[in-house]
């Protein structure tokens, strides 16, 4: 079932295997897990509001699918609420250790070019408990401690584990206990101690338990989330970091807070696309927008060579502005409104050559204008839609795990940059650059589509291929989200090193016709056919006359829509 300018439907038949979408009057789910999407959904049918079932599916992710998040990591939200018909941003990412300066960050990690993603260098103040309580006492309608109660539940009784995390944690266990013995995690006893069953990870069908984690939750629910930045459990992980050298302190989780932003746009098309201003990437999908706004896609063709190729130089543009110019706010004066202007659009477009790949771009002067991640979405009875991502940063996170406490830290200061004079550039009490990014989609003012799609760097070209799976060729959520994907990787990274001198990457899924990769290579793009990184998307589209819900969810994945 498809949509066209929102209204109406239309079947177009998909040169691929897709599902069809999942479909709810009352509530919609769509999260990585089932027995997530399932918390949510019983969390709506208890009377909860969409915030209530979106916190509750985040904490039971936290627990069923540690590979990619957990309390330990920092939280990303977007939230349409229909009573003010307006949509609400909230930036829930940690800062660095306020005791520790450049200088002694670089004399900790020694001669090299780039913070490590492991062991207690990279470890940020984890964000998401605090998200939690900000989004719950803005628009929430059950108790905290209600909302917690399912994670608590599964996490004492156990629950079984998926395929995919199952792949995963057999991963880090290799990773881990390597990194440990050469000496760049300080410590994975505890790790172990949560993670591992009888010396070995999880498998799928296993029963997991992490009580751990259980009472952790508890006392969260209990105690609030002064419980987390200035309770016991605080003292614990500020012994721990001195235990084991790393630089957080008591203060650190003290005076954390999140930050409450007005999310910003830019209209594709006649639809507004929205995404959240950096310290995130978000915009570097509304940067691509504008960009192949000037291209008539649809005459192209879904996957055609033309149209991997704007695509993929669109990206190279965006990143390279994306490399330069995002950071903490707090800290550098983003010129945002230069950025994401139309007349900014066309001086860059008009760099792209579309018989050649370009090796290196150069960032822009938007001055001169004027003016491993889990992804879930929620929708309730009354309209509210809630886009919310959360991660540990990569996999797992440091593989630091603090004593008894049941959770991994981040490793999202690895996105600091070591460069001096850098916007981005490691300074104590600064929020890091960072990849996860929710979306959201309206039209003429009314809420259309809550959606994400996890995975790194894939994330702004993950959106980007959604909005125009839908708006340019028609297609509907789940066929939108299981269509081929492309994924460019080798532009310039945040931290300001890894410079693209070469054009990167092209990697494209075996869906991609056999002439149109050699079609692009001939413009002198080197491709790559794999199996990823294309992250993991959920959907949840509103139909604006009927208020039905339509829930996608990620195919890849071990995802669920559910709706009733």
Not at 140 to 157: C, H, R, V
Not at 521 to 544: C, E, L, M, N
Request: proline letters at 5%; charged letters at 20%; hydrophobic letters at 35%.
């Amino acid at each position: 079932m498809l949509r066209e300018d929102g209204r109406g439907d239309r079947v177009v038949s998909a040169p691929w295997a897709t599902r069809s979408a999942v479909l709810g009057s009352n509530g919609m789910a769509a999260t990585s897990h089932p027995l997530a999407s399932q918390v949510a959904i019983d969390i709506l049918k208890q009377g909860g509001s969409a915030v209530d079932a979106a916190i509750a599916a985040n904490a039971a992710i936290g627990l069923m699918e540690p590979t990619g998040n957990g309390i330990g990591g920092d939280l990303f939200a977007i939230v349409w609420d229909p009573k003010t018909e307006k949509l609400y941003g909230l930036n829930g990412s940690g800062r660095s250790p306020k005791g520790q300066t450049l200088a002694q960050l670089k004399a900790k990690i020694g001669d090299v070019s780039e913070i490590p993603n492991w062991g207690s260098a990279p470890v940020t103040v984890p964000g998401t408990v605090d998200a939690w309580y900000e989004l719950h006492a803005k628009f929430g309608s059950l108790e905290m401690s209600d909302n917690l109660q399912p994670a608590i539940d599964y996490a004492n009784q156990g629950f079984p584990v998926t395929e995919v995390v199952s792949y995963y944690m057999g991963i880090y266990q290799e990773r881990y206990q390597r990194l440990h013995k050469e000496g760049e995690i300080e410590e994975i006893d505890n790790y172990k101690a949560t993670y591992l069953v009888d010396g070995e990870y999880i498998k799928e069908g296993q029963i997991f338990k992490n009580p751990d984690l259980a009472n952790t939750l508890s006392k969260i629910a209990k105690g609030g989330r002064d419980a987390f930045y200035l309770g016991d459990i605080a003292d614990t992980m500020d012994a721990y970091f001195k235990r084991i050298g790393g630089a957080l302190r008591k203060e650190d989780f003290a005076s954390h807070t999140s930050t409450w932003i007005e999310p910003v746009s830019v209209n594709y098309r006649g639809y507004d696309v929205w995404e959240l201003p950096p310290n995130g990437q978000g915009i570097a999908a509304l940067q691509m927008l504008n960009i192949l706004e000037g291209y008539d896609l649809k005459e192209m063709g879904h996957n055609s060579a033309d149209y991997l190729h704007v695509m993929t130089e669109a990206k190279k543009l965006a990143f390279e502005d994306r490399a330069r110019f995002y950071a903490d706010p707090d800290y550098y004066d983003i010129p945002l409104e230069g950025l994401l202007s139309k007349d900014y659009a066309e001086k860059r477009r008009q760099l792209i050559d579309m018989n050649k790949a370009a090796n290196k771009v150069e960032h822009g002067d938007p001055k001169l204008i004027d003016g491993d991640t889990i992804y879930l979405t929620v929708a309730d009875k009354n309209g509210m839609m809630v886009s919310l991502i959360q991660s540990n940063y990569r996999g797992m996170g440091t593989g630091l795990v603090a004593d008894d406490l049941g959770f991994i830290f981040q490793n999202r200061g690895a996105q600091y940059s070591l460069t001096e004079g850098h916007p981005n550039v490691y300074a104590p009490g600064k929020r890091p650059f960072h990849t996860i990014i929710p979306a959201f989609l309206t039209k003429d003012g009314q809420p259309l589509m809550s959606f994400g799609l996890m995975g790194g760097a894939m994330q702004p070209q993950g959106h980007v291929q959604m909005v125009a799976n839908i708006i340019d060729f028609g297609m509907g959520v789940q066929q939108s989200g299981d269509a081929a994907r492309y994924h460019h990787r080798g532009s310039t990274e945040p931290t300001w090193q890894e410079r693209m001198q070469d054009g990167g990457v092209l990697e494209l899924e075996s869906g991609v016709n056999a002439d149109v990769v050699l079609e692009l290579q001939k413009r002198g793009h080197k491709v790559d056919i794999t199996s990823g990184p294309f992250g993991g998307y959920q959907a949840i589209w509103r139909d604006p006359e009927t208020g039905v819900y339509y829930g996608a969810s990620e195919m890849r994945k071990d995802g669920m829509a559910i709706g009733y």
